[in-house]
């Protein structure tokens, strides 16, 4: 009563107010490992691209590459602009687990500059015996759709300026930021739910190693942060009141988990296919 006398019409005391509720920051976390994870066309899969160019100069057009885990085959489109002194990468790529019930498909566009050590870009990873120092990477545009047992995700824009230090080495460190926006249909026993997202991302010392991709999930390291925000809504069930949700994130990748925060939230996932390990939380 005395809160009603002293503030009232103020949202301070109006119980219609939803707090952050953890159920809500556990649906950002899961978002955020499906757009980190490798499989599913995240941040790992566009770093796996810049690593591998920093050993070939380009992404190999491969047309079906198998492992003990996944197969996908990629297409790949490259021009070069003398005025700009500049690469256009244009990419396709289709990712299916050997069980069938993982399937990825999306479309890329990159603009690639190589630069010397002084900063002076050169049209090759090696051109005239000059070894690239740095790659400026740009995702200019692109579109995917993802299909997991649990997650069916859209993206419908997606861009990044990330600069790739030490590629003359055998080590790539990479830092820049992350666009993206999309949504993610998310069923689970208790409730079905589409969360309608954008998020802006920073990748901070994102290491590691040049060449194959193969278990790059295993050898990457860094830490990635920004903000989540969007909408949830419920198709059945109704496990929290927030409709229109917003949350600061931040992702430690080592030794293949992604470990996301979010509001007092903690959640490990798998870097490759962005799946929710168990750690006390209850999916729904």
Same mark, same amino acid.
């Not at 790992?44 to 057009?61: F, L, P």
């Not at 999930?217 to 920004?226: E, F, L, M, N, R």
């Given at each position: 009563?005395?809160?009603?006398?002293?503030?009232?019409?103020?949202?301070?005391?109006?119980?219609?107010?939803?707090?952050?509720?953890?159920?809500?920051?556990?649906?950002?976390?899961?978002?955020?490992?499906? #757009?980190?994870?490798?499989?599913?066309?995240?941040?790992?899969?566009?770093?796996?691209?810049?690593?591998?160019?920093?050993?070939?100069?380009?992404?190999?057009?491969?047309?079906?590459?198998?492992?003990?885990?996944?197969?996908?085959?990629?297409?790949?489109?490259?021009?070069?602009?003398?005025?700009?002194?500049?690469?256009?990468?244009?990419?396709?790529?289709?990712?299916?687990?050997?069980?069938?019930?993982?399937?990825?498909?999306?479309?890329?566009?990159?603009?690639?500059?190589? #630069?010397?050590?002084?900063?002076?870009?050169?049209?090759? #990873?090696?051109?005239?015996?000059?070894?690239?120092?740095?790659?400026?990477?740009?995702?200019?545009?692109?579109?995917?759709?993802?299909?997991?047992?649990?997650?069916?995700?859209?993206?419908?824009? #997606?861009?990044?300026?990330?600069?790739?230090?030490?590629?003359?080495?055998?080590?790539?460190?990479?830092?820049?930021?992350?666009?993206?926006?999309?949504?993610?249909?998310?069923?689970?026993?208790?409730?079905?739910?589409?969360?309608?997202?954008?998020?802006?991302?920073?990748?901070?010392?994102?290491?590691?190693?040049?060449?194959?991709?193969?278990?790059?999930?295993?050898?990457?390291?860094?830490?990635?942060?920004?903000?989540?925000?969007?909408?949830?809504?419920?198709?059945?069930?109704?496990?929290?009141?927030?409709?229109?949700?917003?949350?600061?994130?931040?992702?430690?990748?080592?030794?293949?988990?992604?470990?996301?925060?979010?509001?007092?939230?903690?959640?490990?996932?798998?870097?490759?296919?962005?799946?929710?390990?168990?750690?006390?939380?209850?999916?729904?």
């Amino acid at each position: 009563m005395l809160c009603a006398a002293l503030l009232l019409g103020s949202a301070a005391c109006d119980s219609s107010q939803p707090e952050l509720d953890p159920a809500a920051s556990q649906d950002v976390a899961e978002s955020v490992a499906a #757009l980190v994870s490798e499989d599913n066309g995240g941040v790992v899969d566009q770093a796996a691209d810049v690593y591998e160019m920093a050993s070939a100069g380009s992404i190999e057009a491969q047309t079906v590459v198998a492992n003990a885990k996944s197969t996908f085959g990629s297409t790949v489109e490259r021009t070069y602009d003398e005025s700009t002194r500049t690469w256009t990468i244009q990419l396709s790529r289709e990712r299916e687990d050997v069980d069938g019930d993982r399937f990825m498909s999306m479309e890329r566009t990159y603009t690639v500059q190589f #630069l010397d050590g002084d900063g002076n870009p050169q049209q090759f #990873l090696v051109t005239e015996g000059v070894h690239a120092h740095s790659i400026h990477f740009t995702i200019d545009d692109g579109s995917s759709t993802v299909h997991t047992p649990r997650i069916e995700a859209e993206t419908r824009n #997606l861009s990044g300026d990330w600069t790739a230090t030490g590629v003359d080495t055998d080590t790539v460190m990479l830092n820049g930021t992350y666009h993206r926006e999309g949504s993610h249909k998310i069923t689970g026993a208790e409730a079905e739910r589409t969360l309608e997202f954008e998020v802006d991302l920073t990748v901070t010392d994102l290491v590691g190693p040049k060449g194959s991709r193969r278990d790059l999930s295993q050898k990457i390291s860094g830490t990635v942060t920004g903000r989540w925000q969007g909408t949830a809504a419920f198709a059945t069930g109704d496990i929290y009141r927030e409709r229109t949700i917003e949350r600061n994130v931040t992702i430690e990748i080592a030794d293949g988990v992604q470990t996301i925060y979010v509001n007092g939230v903690e959640l490990s996932a798998d870097v490759r296919t962005g799946v929710i390990r168990e750690n006390g939380f209850r999916l729904r």
